[in-house]
């Protein structure tokens, strides 16, 4: 039985849509028609990614977002608790979301649940949904017989993660708000005040002050090059967002922002925070350490440190012991190293993973605070200071304007 979404015209000619399930497309149509509609389209529900692995017949743009897919995993480990079959927790929870793309999916796992896959295999059909390290802890929850606790683990995961995004996203806000915004006055400035000041200063055959000499020059400059200057910032700006895209230049890149002194720092705590979270879950769901530094590394957003994960996985596998191995790679803080080295000796390596995680993440957060901090103040007496010295350039001919004239 699979999940097929529908596209049908009722008995007023008026388009419905919807998602039903079937063992073909045939039996939706015949669905459709003894409910008194008229089948337009109907195709089988499953991922945009899985369409290359011919696994699907219709894709989706997107998939859940962090909060819907915190929100399901909550509920289903709340129905999975209370002793619901798998199949019939999904088809509650379908039932429950408001959001028809949220509700195809669901319904595409519960199809592919009803046929006698497990929950981790109809999960891997959405994998825009639920990447691997989501699959990964809900098929050791299943081979272990508690999926209620894994899943319940899993929704504080994302709930913890889009908490950290929300915090990154404010604090970039602000100052690139101020920037803006900053710039923006700037270049009205120059461009429409200073403008019809020199028609003035043009009149006084004196010599302007330099600060108004290089304002004017620079006005002149703006308003004659400033449109080419812009069109080559946007060309910048797209050659740069693409050759993100190429894992080369992406690699050099994230290279480069580890070695800027805050950033760098902030980029391997966030990274750190990550990675050794997604241990701690897999670890303690019943994930073998290497399976889950293999899964961990792909959560890790920056290249070379992810590189660095496979490596000290690869040695791992020879014999070595994780914290080790991951210290060979000078990447991750010594702290976070000592708690993993103490874990492999007392044998509670899942509980010091997420105690280090813990640690990194109020280092994290504390050095968002401080960069915040100083970072709001520091652009509003950059972008003053500009201004003034603008108003500066403007006012010094005018206050000795009775001299310019003598």
Do not use: C
Not at 19 to 48: K, M, N, S, Y
Not at 69 to 93: C, D, I, N, W, Y
Request: positive net charge.
């Amino acid at each position: 039985m699979g999940a097929f979404e529908y596209t049908a015209l009722d008995q007023r000619g008026r388009q419905k849509k919807g998602v039903l399930e079937g063992d073909a497309a045939r039996a939706i149509r015949a669905q459709l028609r003894e409910r008194g509609f008229t089948p337009i389209d109907v195709r089988e529900v499953a991922d945009r990614r899985a369409v290359g692995k011919g696994r699907s017949l219709f894709s989706f743009q997107r998939g859940m977002s962090v909060t819907e897919l915190s929100l399901f995993t909550r509920q289903l480990s709340t129905l999975a608790h209370a002793g619901l079959p798998m199949e019939e927790a999904l088809k509650a929870v379908a039932e429950q979301t408001d959001s028809d793309r949220v509700q195809k999916i669901i319904v595409g796992v519960r199809s592919h649940v009803v046929e006698g896959n497990t929950l981790a295999d109809a999960l891997a059909g959405f994998p825009n949904s639920f990447d691997e390290l989501y699959r990964a802890t809900a098929a050791a929850g299943e081979s272990s017989g508690r999926i209620d606790e894994v899943l319940n683990g899993l929704a504080d995961y994302v709930e913890e993660q889009q908490a950290m995004r929300q915090k990154i996203l404010a604090a970039l806000i602000y100052p690139a708000f101020l920037t803006v915004v900053s710039i923006g006055i700037v270049i009205a400035l120059l461009s429409t005040v200073v403008p019809k000041l020199v028609h003035v200063f043009n009149s006084v055959h004196a010599q302007l002050p330099a600060l108004t000499t290089g304002l004017i020059a620079l006005s002149d400059f703006l308003r004659s090059w400033g449109l080419l200057i812009g069109v080559v910032v946007g060309i910048l700006i797209v050659a740069f967002l693409y050759g993100l895209r190429r894992p080369t230049f992406r690699r050099r890149w994230h290279g480069f922002v580890l070695r800027i002194p805050l950033i760098g720092r902030f980029a391997r705590g966030v990274n750190t925070a990550r990675f050794t979270r997604t241990l701690s879950i897999l670890t303690s769901s019943g994930v073998p350490a290497l399976d889950a530094m293999i899964i961990g590394a792909d959560v890790v957003t920056n290249l070379p440190m992810q590189d660095a994960i496979r490596r000290a996985a690869t040695r791992v596998r020879e014999g070595e012991a994780i914290h080790k191995a991951l210290g060979r790679e000078r990447f991750f803080p010594a702290i976070t190293l000592h708690m993993i080295a103490n874990g492999e000796m007392s044998g509670a390596l899942d509980m010091m993973l997420g105690r280090a995680a813990d640690h990194q993440e109020r280092e994290v957060e504390t050095l968002r605070q401080g960069v915040m901090g100083i970072l709001g103040p520091a652009v509003i007496l950059a972008m003053g200071g500009v201004v003034l010295l603008i108003v500066l350039a403007i006012l010094l001919p005018v206050f000795n304007l009775n001299q310019l004239v003598k």
